[in-house]
């Protein structure tokens, strides 16, 4: 008995503290969290409010076209109602009063509205909110669009800060070297006591810029976790891209895919097709409205109203019914002429956006051609830079030269390196603008990832 009692026991403690071990590991995994560029933009998807908020509003557009649907169908509606009468109604035949009607008055009535010819307005709308429904989908991508184009800069921005972090960390280590071989000589008595301070002061202020380029580290991905929607301050690491295949295009066919692709000009698009809804609508005035009216009613003096000794207690009636308004001063006429010119502005607007997209890839197609440009100018330098600070730093330690010439030629090496990774995220970066700007989702993007 106390073997199995000590078995149950253990078994409850170890049930007890592996939701805790779970808890933690998941912590773990989630502070130490490494993502590639695929992973990073299916997070945003996913996670991103942007995107949250454009789908709720489809969400919205589809009930929409729902309830205007639901207009084509007959509305049921009831009534119920209590009179009371402080003298009983009464007819005069003779000279004598006749009751006509009790004190107290009971009325119900149940009716059904089913709308036969609208002037097409039912049509109008419904179609209007379909419509919408397209609309909200094109809201939608330009949102995916968006958040894809920020999440990628995002990343490439992180990679770009850790790369100059490490040229920061490499120049201060550099420096340091460089002022002990200073310090040394110093007390040599080779070199003068400035150029020792030189040395001071340039590894002082090389440890400054480390500590800033530290800190735009920390921010370029707390500017990630916020597109991803996670803490801002979660530790997240980001997977290098080691190799950059630049790619060629066309401008002509880049414009032809914009023109065609991007969400902006889509929904345009429809709105200009909407214009024409709006403008049969406000048409819908100029015929009569007709509709068939069923009602069922009981009037009685209890509240069942089932009970009448002065006529029948119960009636139903089918109606048809027909309104008009043939005349409001002209104000259908006038709200008919409002929606034509507001299609009229929706196509000057339609042909200024096409132009301004068209602009818009022309300037990201050229600072994809300057940045390809610049890796090969920008790695060309940097080979040269290190050269260079090799060379000098050997002629330092050879007292060929001053400490001058060695810090210029470090300043030199760390701004060509600096410039080529400038060059090589620039690069990507410049093609994550393009790709916006032409409309296109890579096709490796899960977009059933969020709906």
């Known amino acids: 008995m106390n073997k199995f009692m000590k078995i149950v026991l253990s078994m409850m403690v170890i049930l007890l503290i592996l939701p805790f071990v779970a808890l933690a590991g ?5 502070k130490n969290l490494t993502l590639a560029l695929d992973q990073a933009v299916g997070m945003a998807i996913a996670n991103n409010t942007l995107i949250g908020e454009a789908i709720e509003k489809q969400k919205a557009a589809a009930e929409e076209e729902k309830s205007a649907k639901s207009d084509f169908f007959p509305k049921a509606s009831a009534s119920y109602s209590y009179t009371n009468l402080k003298e009983k109604p009464y007819a ?39 419509l919408g429904v397209d609309l909200s989908e094109m809201e939608k991508k330009r949102a995916i669009l968006d958040v894809i184009r920020q999440v990628k800069i995002a990343y490439f921005n992180i990679l770009l800060a850790k790369k100059i972090f490490n040229v920061a960390d490499e120049t201060v280590k ?9 310090e040394e000589f110093y007390k040599q008595g080779i070199i003068p006591y400035n150029d020792l301070l030189k040395s001071k002061v340039a590894l002082a202020n090389a440890v400054q810029d480390e500590v800033k380029s530290e800190n735009n580290v920390e921010m370029a991905v707390s500017f990630l976790n916020r597109l991803l929607a996670i803490n801002i301050n979660k530790e997240t690491r980001v997977k290098d891209v080691l190799h950059i295949v630049t790619s ?58 089932d009970n009448n000794d002065y006529g029948n207690s119960y009636n139903a009636s089918a ?10 001063w002209g104000k259908t006429r006038a709200e008919v002429k409002r929606y034509m010119h507001d299609k009229k502005a929706l196509i000057q607007k339609l042909k200024g956006a096409e132009d301004a997209i068209r602009l818009e890839v022309k300037n990201a ?11 090969g100018t920008a790695e060309e330098s940097l080979d040269q830079a290190k050269e260079n600070y090799r060379i000098t730093n050997l002629r330092y330690q050879q007292q060929m030269t001053t400490s001058t010439e060695v810090l210029d030629a470090r300043t ?26 032409v409309g296109k989702i890579p096709v490796n993007i899960d977009l059933t990832q969020r709906r």
């Open 248 to 305: 060629s295009y066309n401008l002509e066919n880049l414009m032809d895919q914009a023109v065609r692709d991007r969400p902006e000009l889509t929904a345009l698009h429809i709105a200009l097709e909407n214009a024409d809804n709006a403008v049969r609508l406000a048409k819908s005035s100029y015929y009569p409205e007709i509709a068939v009216v069923g009602k069922y009613e009981q009037t009685g003096d209890n509240p069942a109203a």
């Open 26 to 30: 998941e912590e773990t995994s989630q």
């Open 174 to 182: 550099n420096l340091e070297s460089h002022e002990k071989d200073a």
């Open 365 to 375: 197609f050229l600072n994809l051609q300057v940045s390809n440009r610049n890796i």
């Open 412 to 437: 030199f090496l760390s701004q060509a390196e600096t410039n080529y990774y400038g060059a090589l995220y620039g690069y990507m970066i410049s093609e994550a603008e393009l790709e916006r700007a």
């Open 92 to 130: 005069i035949f003779g000279g004598s009063e006749i009751n006509m009607g009790n004190n107290d008055n009971y009325h119900w009535d149940v009716s059904l509205v089913q709308p036969i010819f609208t002037g097409f307005a039912l049509s109008t709308i419904h179609k209007m909110a379909k």
């Open 319 to 328: 109606t048809v019914q027909a309104k008009w308004k043939f005349f409001e």
